[in-house]
């Protein structure tokens, strides 16, 4: 079934290490983003991707990377984790279509880091 | 500055009653707006976008370029309509992701 998937769903980890959030996308989908969300605040964008060796940065400044080596996966990286960095962080794709699916964003389920 | 506000945190409603979740946005070109809901334990989903000008769970939405809102309504709020509601402004500029609201949470009460 084509689906969007984000790995861990939750994560607590220790200031200083170094950690990747996965995401992977099962839909065919040329363009991912990567959003940030603290909470009972809005979504920012923190990285978008148009396709394959694509990666932009949002309007969010983030000392996350990215990267775009294959379609379906979307890795975002922390090189050295900080308590500044716990929020939720959540994948999209979308792909130009037709009808009621034109340019709509389909979000992962999220991770929720937690740096101590 | 593209933007969109969501001035209410927290809407509680009767079951039965109308709703009305405010979102004004602020854009320069043509905007393509869009409300996002999440319900309990479950992802971000689309619920509509004004160009479908499209109905869904009995929810509507219409663009008002004069005021720049983008309200959504519903006649009669039912128990299951309760979740985080969520304007959305596609940025051309940014691979066509989304500028979102703060959100507004919707409680419907029997």
């Known amino acids: 079934e084509a689906d969007i998937y984000q790995t861990p769903r939750y994560l607590v980890i220790g200031t200083g290490k170094k950690i990747t959030l996965e995401c992977s996308q099962t839909?065919?989908?040329?363009?991912m983003y990567w959003y940030q969300q603290d909470p009972g605040m809005e979504l920012h964008l923190i990285h978008y991707?148009?396709?394959?060796?694509?990666?932009e940065k949002g309007d969010l400044s983030s000392e996350s990377t990215v990267s775009r080596i294959r379609t379906e996966h979307f890795p975002l990286t922390l090189e050295s984790a900080r308590p500044s960095h716990t929020s939720q962080y959540l994948c999209?794709?979308?792909?130009?279509?037709?009808?009621?699916?034109?340019?709509?964003?389909?979000f992962g389920p999220g991770t929720r880091l937690t740096v101590l | 500055a593209q933007r969109v506000t969501q001035p209410e945190k927290l809407l509680s409603v009767f079951k039965g009653a109308p709703v009305e979740l405010k979102c004004n946005y602020s854009?320069?070109?043509?905007?393509?707006l869009f409300w996002y809901v999440q319900y309990s334990r479950q992802r971000l989903q689309l619920l509509l976008r004004?160009?479908s000008r499209e109905s869904i769970k009995g929810f509507t939405a219409d663009l008002n370029k004069g005021e720049t809102s983008f309200h959504l309504k519903k006649p009669f709020a039912q128990e299951e309509d309760s979740a985080m509601y969520y304007c959305?402004?596609?940025?051309?500029?940014?691979?066509?992701?989304?500028?979102f609201g703060k959100g507004t949470s919707l409680l419907v009460t029997p």
């Open positions: 999209a794709s979308s792909q130009p279509g037709t009808g009621r699916s034109y340019n709509e964003q389909f």
């Open positions: 839909m065919g989908h040329d363009k």
């Open positions: 991707s148009y396709g394959v060796n694509s990666t």
């Open positions: 854009y320069s070109g043509s905007p393509e």
């Open positions: 004004h160009i």
């Open positions: 959305a402004l596609r940025d051309s500029n940014s691979g066509y992701a989304l500028n």
